[in-house]
């Protein structure tokens, strides 16, 4: 069955390190995938949008990349601030009528 | 940048009233608002999809006559939660984009907690 993994443990790093998120998905060949920030109590908020046709996408301190013949994308963040702490949510697109398959997300915790 | 509003943010209602949440695109034309259910630790679940001038598209599992909606013009789309019942306290978001595979712009949810 179609599956998206996130990393499943609540990720801790120093103020000013590279952060990196992983999204893997099994039984898929999606056209792009997507990554959104959510924050406790709102919805998610757009960061990125990676093709399959593009490796790596960049965004100020943010960067995604997409390898389909690991079916994985990293996304990264630069520099890391104690803002940049919330929960990460990387999704595919399904093929059809526009849905979107979520992953668990990822919380990101950035200590001062 | 695009802007979807949803009202209410929370609500508290008692087991066996239906309570109604709004989401409107403020600067943009929707034709297709989805509508999600999150619970605590989980991921969001597509529950609908609402199609403007059209009945909308329900997930397999979400009750159609439990969860009515309705997407009445190109900036407002509307869920109804039916005579509610506690397991039906849950996180609810909308979200539209601009276009086929842009990305979702979502509201900022509304807590339902019925008791």
């Known amino acids: 069955s179609q599956k998206i993994e996130q990393n499943s443990e609540a990720l801790n790093i120093q103020e000013g390190k590279t952060a990196t998120l992983t999204c893997n998905y099994t039984?898929?060949?999606?056209?792009?995938l997507q990554w959104y920030r959510q924050d406790p109590g709102r919805g998610p908020v757009f960061l990125l949008l990676?093709?399959?046709n593009e490796k790596e996408k960049r965004k100020e301190r943010l960067k995604v990349t997409f390898d389909t013949t690991l079916k994985q994308s990293l996304f990264h963040i630069t520099a890391s601030q104690p803002a940049d702490s919330a929960t990460y949510l990387c999704?595919?697109?399904?093929?059809?009528?526009?849905?979107?398959?979520w992953g668990l997300g990822t919380s990101l915790a950035v200590n001062p | 940048g695009a802007v979807v509003s949803q009202h209410p943010s929370w609500v508290i209602c008692k087991s066996g009233t239906s309570v109604k949440i709004e989401c409107r695109s403020l600067?943009?034309?929707?034709?297709?608002m989805f509508w999600y259910r999150q619970f605590p630790k989980q991921s969001l679940m597509l529950m609908a999809t609402?199609?403007?001038?059209?009945?909308?598209?329900?997930e397999q599992g979400v009750e159609k006559d439990k969860f009515l909606i309705n997407h009445a013009s190109l900036t407002l789309s509307t869920l109804t939660v039916t005579s509610a019942h506690p397991e039906d306290s849950s996180f609810y978001i909308c979200?539209?984009?601009?276009?086929?595979?842009?990305?979702?712009?979502f509201g900022n949810g509304t807590r339902l907690t019925v008791t």
């Open positions: 979200s539209a984009s601009e276009g086929a595979r842009s990305p979702l712009h």
């Open positions: 600067d943009f034309q929707a034709t297709t």
């Open positions: 609402s199609n403007e001038g059209s009945k909308a598209t329900y």
């Open positions: 039984n898929y060949s999606p056209a792009y």
């Open positions: 990676i093709r399959e």
């Open positions: 999704a595919l697109d399904a093929g059809n009528n526009r849905k979107l398959i």
